[in-house]
């Protein structure tokens, strides 16, 4: 019996480390199931960082790797290199490959970065609103794939706030009037509005919790840190009436009412903060050791705040609660400040450059005076539409901040897009860039990228790829937020400088260069007409090409209103429109570009008719008018526009059509007034809280063909 005990001793380690790669074989069979009995995984003892070995061996392939995480890797790299297929955002290629090829020489891939930190709050609401387990569970195997070991994970932050301030005599009202309606749950974290678009029936705080717990368990077996929001201060504008503490009202962030902040120097907040931090632990667990939250975000109030005391205070619950555990913070416009900075520990601090395609603080700040970072880009804002992307920018400031002579605090690489549904190379490459140590030359890359991601090599294909290299995807300097903006999806205007607020309509690479590049991409329809993203990347760039068009378009309708010419305006016009039908057409080819679809998902992700009512107006409110009702600070409107099909044409294109006969009234010299699109707007989503009737779906190749001969 002693001896067998002791056997059983000896073989649990290797028991262990075998079950260490459980949760990655259960990844391949969901994603690869034709390749889940064609691999061995192998432990890589005595190895101080992540690494993964790559060899086929007795015609099996041998995967060697550190742990979970670095087998993920394996199995991408793999997929991608060897089987040329690959899953995405916007569609996948991943039909069985046989024979599996081998890989004859053994391929070492090694983590060139600690943290590989993926999702911003924002693409929380922008694109997973209505995520169901089976949405995430997709997320997190393309995080693990992808090598992301560091995610925020804020899905079910409603229970914990609920439980806290029910344990400081909030009432069930009270509550609800602070929690936000599902789409919305990233700017109440952040602490720019409060009680937006709920209130949250308890049945979806629930799930959520349920969700969140269902996440992080998974997260942990794929070797992926989740980041929790951590307590900064933020409490409901309501709490100043009920306690004698210091509270700074936080006033508006544009047209919405602010949560406040408790001064972290007041005893009130050490109290607040460990009930909130005992909740956590109570829903969540104490093995958590990264916590996010941004005290003051874009614009708070810090008058009457020692900042150096307050961050002193903020940290040190997070550290009496969580020993050890990370600061994240974002290091974006002036945040963090540097007077908090000067209150931490830097060694339990970790800041994100937040726009990296665009700043350059990490160096301007002098590595945020000596605290560990992470090189991201955002890239996406509001979701909106736009093929964009500084690709070979990324490549050249992750290798120039590795050789700079702040190479000791860079600690990683991030992507922290508003959402998260487009534009795949931009996410493929930042995240390889954790895994590659050598500078990056994106013209090759690319190739790489067209052959997986349509499976096959293709002459046209590539050479498009190639022009949108040099266009789309260039890395010109500049300030931009996100893709030049489609005209058709603006607030009629004659003058139109973009269609969101902090937007633009400049185009500044070569139009004409990209047409031709989209021209060379239709040509490989023949040769991959089966392949489902080839289709999604050709509906897009062709999507791109006639939103380009449609600005020159409407130019000239502008002057032909401005020399009131009514002929030539008229025609003008009726192109324009047509162009959005056009649009219209090509989107609804594919699921992924209708409307529908996301109205679905919208409803399918609630639990009751409550939920589903609520869902709706959230989903539709945001791609909309995004939200309040104040004229004055209407500065949201179209921040998250979509193009879809259904969208384009009952949104869209009447309100185009009602500001064009707005205009050809004045032409005709009748007193007629403008229409008042704050309100149609707001009826237009009262109208339409439900599925459209589905449309014929013309050829694909036929509406691309219209377009590319316009």
């Known amino acids: 019996m002693r001896k067998l005990t002791c056997l059983l001793l000896l073989l649990l380690p290797i028991q262990l480390l075998a079950q260490q790669f459980d949760a990655v074989k259960a990844l391949v069979k969901r994603r690869a199931p034709w390749l889940s009995n064609h691999i061995v995984f192998e432990p890589l003892k005595n190895t101080s960082s992540e690494i993964v070995e790559l060899q086929t061996i007795k015609n099996k392939l041998v995967i060697h790797a550190s742990g979970a995480n670095a087998a993920a890797v ?92 029910r344990k400081i005599g909030y009432t069930e009202n009270e509550i609800n009037s602070f929690i936000v309606g599902p789409a919305y749950t990233a700017w109440w974290l952040m602490g720019n509005i409060e009680g937006w678009g709920g209130p949250m029936p308890q049945s979806q705080i629930d799930n959520r919790k349920l969700i969140q717990q269902k996440m992080m368990k998974r997260m942990q077996e794929l070797g992926i840190q989740p980041v929790l929001q951590g307590f900064y201060g933020m409490v409901p504008s309501s709490l100043k009436n009920k306690s004698k503490a210091h509270i700074i009202d936080q006033g508006t962030w544009g047209a919405f009412k602010r949560p406040d902040i408790l001064d972290p120097t007041d005893p ?29 975000h874009e614009g708070g109030k810090t008058e009457g705040v020692d900042l150096k005391k307050a961050g002193t205070a903020i940290q040190a619950s997070m550290q009496n609660y969580y020993p050890a555990s990370t600061w994240v913070l974002q290091g974006w416009q002036d945040n963090p400040k540097q007077a908090m900075l000067d209150g931490l520990d830097k060694s339990k601090v970790l800041v994100q450059e937040l726009f990296g395609e665009f700043t350059n603080n990490w160096e301007k700040r002098k590595a945020y005076d000596n605290t560990p970072f992470i090189w991201c880009s955002v890239n996406n804002f509001g979701e909106r539409p736009g093929v964009y992307g500084k690709l070979q920018r990324f490549a050249d400031e ?149 939103a380009n068009k449609g600005t020159l378009t409407f130019n000239e309708m502008v002057t032909a209103y401005n020399s009131k010419n009514l002929q030539t305006f008229n025609a003008a016009s009726a192109k324009f429109l047509h162009m959005i039908r056009l649009t219209d057409d090509l989107l609804n080819t594919d699921q992924y570009f209708r ?74 010299g009748k007193n007629v007034q403008e229409p008042d699109y704050f309100s149609w707007e707001r009826k237009w989503v009262d109208d339409n809280q439900k599925l459209n009737p589905e449309k014929p779906q013309r050829p694909l190749l036929e509406v691309v063909d219209e377009i590319l001969s316009m």
């Open 74 to 165: 394996g199995i991408n790299w793999y997929l991608k290199y060897y089987c040329h297929r690959s899953i995405s955002h916007m569609g996948d290629n991943m039909s069985p490959v046989f024979p599996i090829p081998n890989v004859n020489k053994k391929v070492t891939v090694q983590a060139a970065a600690k943290y590989r930190y993926a999702l911003n709050y924002c693409t929380y609401n922008y694109t997973m609103s209505f995520y169901s387990w089976p949405d995430w569970e997709r997320e997190l195997d393309w995080m693990a794939l992808n090598g992301v070991n560091t995610m925020l994970t804020v899905e079910g932050m409603e229970a914990v706030w609920q439980n806290t301030l």
């Open 268 to 296: 009130e907040f050490s109290r607040i903060a460990g009930i909130y931090y005992s909740e956590i632990q109570k829903l969540y667990g104490k093995n958590i050791h990264f916590f996010a939250g941004d005290p003051f």
């Open 398 to 546: 992750v290798y120039r901040a590795r050789k700079s002579t702040y190479s000791n605090y860079l600690k990683g690489v991030g992507i922290m897009p508003e959402g998260i549904n487009n534009n795949p190379p931009d996410y493929d490459l930042m995240l390889e860039l954790g895994w590659r140590q050598e500078h990056v030359d994106t013209r090759s890359w690319i190739d790489k990228y067209a052959l997986y991601r349509y499976g096959k090599s293709n002459g046209h294909a590539s050479n498009a790829w190639q022009g949108f290299l040099q266009t789309i995807y260039q890395s010109l300097p500049g300030y931009q937020e996100g893709a030049g903006e489609s005209i058709f999806c603006a607030r009629p205007a004659l003058k139109v400088k973009s269609i969101s607020s902090w937007g633009t309509l400049t185009r500044n690479y070569d139009t004409v260069a990209f047409a031709n590049a989209v021209k060379e991409f239709a040509k490989a329809a023949p040769a991959l007409k089966n392949s489902a993203t080839y289709k999604i990347d050709l509906i897009n760039m062709v999507r791109q090409l006639l």
């Open 595 to 668: 409307l529908n679809t996301y109205l679905k998902q919208a409803i399918d992700n609630g639990n009751t008719a409550e939920e589903k009512a609520n869902n709706l107006k959230n989903e539709l409110m945001q791609i909309t008018y995004w939200g309040e009702n104040v004229r004055t600070e209407d500065n949201l409107h179209e921040y998250a526009y979509k193009e879809w099909a259904g969208l384009m044409d009952s949104y869209y294109l009447p309100r185009w059509e009602s500001y064009f006969d707005y205009l050809r009234s004045n032409l005709q």
